[in-house]
């Protein structure tokens, strides 16, 4: 299985602009509609917020505070998207289409890698398999900066396919992809892709003088992401510098902090048999065929190595989520890419028929429950909806109606139209993902973000504020919660758990649980108390000091 070769170029029984139509189809859904939503996208677009506001291009800043978890990457390309496109769209929605280019990016990147690996048409193929992902569908869809770490592996390994004919080409995309990575999340992508890129030799199509100029190539690209920003942000503070490197990336991988969820070694092993379906047992099955002798072949050694890779660094890092797992799907989607050559009539019957069972079942349920939140038939289940999100407002909208009767049509004339062919399968799965995803987020988005947004929470709080105070502290109140009371009503407040900004302030609103309020120390009285519409598990509350010569402590 080398690249380009006669066995792996049939020709493609899938037409160009019907995959970009199809992947267009899947990427816009979700991007527009709705408010930055809590964790990930309320605090990243809080970052966005504060560079628009003139906020600090080289310290990201949130809320009026350095925020050094990731480089600034992700959040300077929100901030120019949402520039150019707000109006005519809203704000965050603006800087959420971001995500959506960097998206269309990855599709092509990987489309290109199948192709240097597979020959011509299977570039398509290798971006319907990455599409088909379950655990790709939502986050791809959201405000983070992982997806713009997607981009950048998905470059790398493009440029690591490549490098196997034209060397120079392919550092140039090793390079790019790394920077890309890096200044999206940090040390993570240089330390992956470069154990990977170091391990590559041990295989004989990059044993090469030629990959040495791969190599050479890809560090002169890679040095200046690597020098400037980091540079600059020394220049400016040695203590951000600090918090940056030591604290939020040496710090997360080896657990040296308390900063993110704690992991166990078997966290992504675990996640994987439903998060990379269908693409893990289609790899696994193209690794049983391969046979010993074949695993050394480019196709089969280039995504098994860089999965395994990533696999054992994120395994042994004592930071894990399983939106950390979307670096592994590239490679996955790159090895499962010549299974479907090799599979068997039944098991690609099989992929078919379920494609379009699961596509019917869902699409049937999407309608049922839409008559029942919009048009209220069934009574009863209308009835439950509101009670699960009580700030809806229901009612028959004419676009989404529209838009999801496209998708739904659209799906079935896709399946109509689909030529018996070895790539049929997979064409079918990801045609059924995109219209159950599109249906999703078309009809109930707006239900969704209904109890997910703060929009209406922080209105009631601002009805509540004194006409005449100082500032606002704030007591463990959230990142995402602090983002968007800077977004929605221009409110910065001053952290009591931070010893450098604790200011005396008037009023004071804090963070718990419904069934416990924890005061602030002193005397006060509460104001204020809410929760998004539908949460009862949050509560806020809002103080004001009854003595105004006490200090917050």
């Known amino acids: 299985?080398?690249?380009?070769?006669?066995?792996?170029?049939?020709?493609?029984?899938?037409?160009?602009?019907?995959?970009?139509?199809?992947?267009?189809?899947?990427?816009?859904?979700?991007?527009?509609?709705?408010?930055?939503?809590?964790?990930?996208?309320?605090?990243?677009?809080?970052?966005?917020?504060s560079l628009l506001n003139g906020g600090d291009w080289i310290v990201p800043m949130l809320a009026g505070e350095a925020f050094m978890e990731k480089p600034p990457l992700f959040y300077w390309s929100a901030a120019l998207v949402a520039k150019l496109l707000a109006p005519p769209f809203a704000l965050?929605?603006?800087?959420?289409?971001?995500?959506?280019?960097?998206?269309?990016?990855?599709?092509?990147?990987?489309?290109?890698?199948?192709?240097?690996?597979?020959?011509?048409?299977?570039?398509?193929?290798?971006?319907?398999?990455?599409?088909?992902?379950?655990?790709?569908?939502?986050?791809?869809?959201?405000?983070?900066?992982?997806?713009?770490?997607l981009s950048g592996f998905a470059a790398a390994f493009y440029g690591l396919a490549l490098a196997m004919r034209r060397p120079a080409a392919g550092g140039f995309w090793l390079g790019t992809g790394v920077g890309i990575?890096?200044?999206?999340?940090?040390?993570?992508?240089?330390?992956?892709l470069g154990f990977f890129a170091l391990l590559l030799p041990l295989l004989p199509a990059w044993r090469t003088r030629g990959y040495l100029v791969t190599l050479g190539v890809a560090a002169a690209i890679f040095l200046p992401w690597l020098i400037i920003w980091p540079y600059a942000l020394y220049t400016k503070s040695p203590a951000l510098f600090n918090e940056w490197l030591v604290i939020n990336n040496f710090g997360r991988f080896l657990g040296g902090n308390d900063l993110g969820p704690a992991a166990d070694n078997a966290h992504y092993l675990r996640i994987l048999?439903?998060?990379?379906?269908p693409?893990?047992?289609?790899?696994?099955?193209?690794?049983?065929?391969?046979?010993?002798?074949g695993l050394t072949t480019p196709g089969i050694a280039l995504p098994l190595l860089g999965f395994s890779v990533i696999l054992v660094v994120l395994s042994v890092s004592a930071d894990a989520r399983e939106l950390y797992a979307l670096p592994m799907?590239?490679?996955?989607?790159?090895?499962?890419?010549?299974?479907?050559?090799?599979?068997r009539r039944g098991a690609a019957n099989l992929i078919y028929w379920f494609s379009i069972m699961s596509g019917c079942f869902f699409m049937i349920v999407a309608w049922f429950y839409w008559t029942a939140l919009e048009l209220a038939v069934p009574a009863k289940l209308h009835a439950h909806l509101h009670t699960l999100q009580p700030g809806y407002t229901?009612?028959?909208?004419?676009?989404?109606?529209?838009?999801?009767?496209?998708?739904?049509?659209?799906?079935?004339?896709?399946?109509?139209?689909?030529?018996?062919?070895?790539?049929?399968?997979?064409?079918?799965?990801?045609?059924?993902?995109?219209?159950?995803?599109?249906?999703?987020?078309?009809?109930?988005?707006?239900?969704?973000?209904?109890?997910?947004?703060?929009?209406?929470?922080?209105?009631?709080?601002?009805?509540?504020?004194?006409a005449q105070y100082d500032c606002i502290a704030s007591q463990t109140l959230g990142e995402p919660?602090?983002?968007?009371?800077?977004?929605?009503?221009?409110?910065?407040?001053?952290?009591?758990?931070?010893?450098?900004?604790?200011r005396s302030c008037q009023l004071t609103l804090t963070q718990g649980v419904a069934s416990e309020a924890t005061p602030p120390a002193g005397a006060w009285e509460k104001i204020w108390e809410g929760t998004r519409p539908g949460d009862k598990v949050e509560r806020y509350r809002l103080y004001r000091r009854l003595d105004p010569s006490a200090k917050n402590l």
């Open 481 to 502: 919660q602090r983002a968007m009371l800077h977004y929605f009503a221009g409110i910065i407040t001053w952290r009591l758990e931070e010893e450098g900004r604790k």
């Open 394 to 466: 229901p009612g028959f909208k004419g676009l989404a109606f529209t838009l999801a009767m496209f998708y739904s049509v659209g799906w079935i004339v896709v399946l109509l139209k689909l030529r018996k062919s070895r790539e049929r399968p997979v064409i079918a799965w990801a045609a059924t993902m995109t219209m159950v995803w599109g249906l999703i987020a078309i009809l109930f988005v707006g239900w969704l973000d209904a109890g997910k947004s703060y929009r209406s929470m922080i209105a009631d709080l601002q009805k509540a504020l004194p």
């Open 279 to 293: 693409t893990l047992p289609l790899a696994a099955w193209a690794l049983l065929r391969a046979r010993v002798a």
């Open 1 to 49: 299985m080398t690249p380009n070769t006669s066995s792996q170029s049939a020709t493609p029984s899938i037409p160009l602009p019907w995959v970009i139509a199809l992947a267009a189809a899947w990427i816009l859904p979700g991007l527009l509609g709705h408010d930055p939503w809590k964790p990930d996208e309320g605090y990243t677009f809080g970052l966005v917020y």
């Open 329 to 343: 799907l590239i490679p996955l989607a790159l090895l499962a890419t010549p299974a479907i050559d090799m599979l």
């Open 92 to 149: 965050h929605d603006a800087a959420r289409l971001t995500t959506g280019i960097y998206m269309a990016l990855t599709f092509a990147l990987v489309a290109g890698a199948a192709r240097e690996l597979y020959g011509k048409g299977r570039g398509a193929l290798a971006t319907l398999l990455l599409m088909g992902c379950l655990g790709i569908v939502v986050r791809s869809h959201q405000l983070i900066t992982d997806i713009a770490l």
């Open 273 to 277: 048999p439903w998060y990379a379906l």
């Open 181 to 192: 990575g890096f200044l999206s999340k940090g040390l993570l992508a240089p330390g992956i």
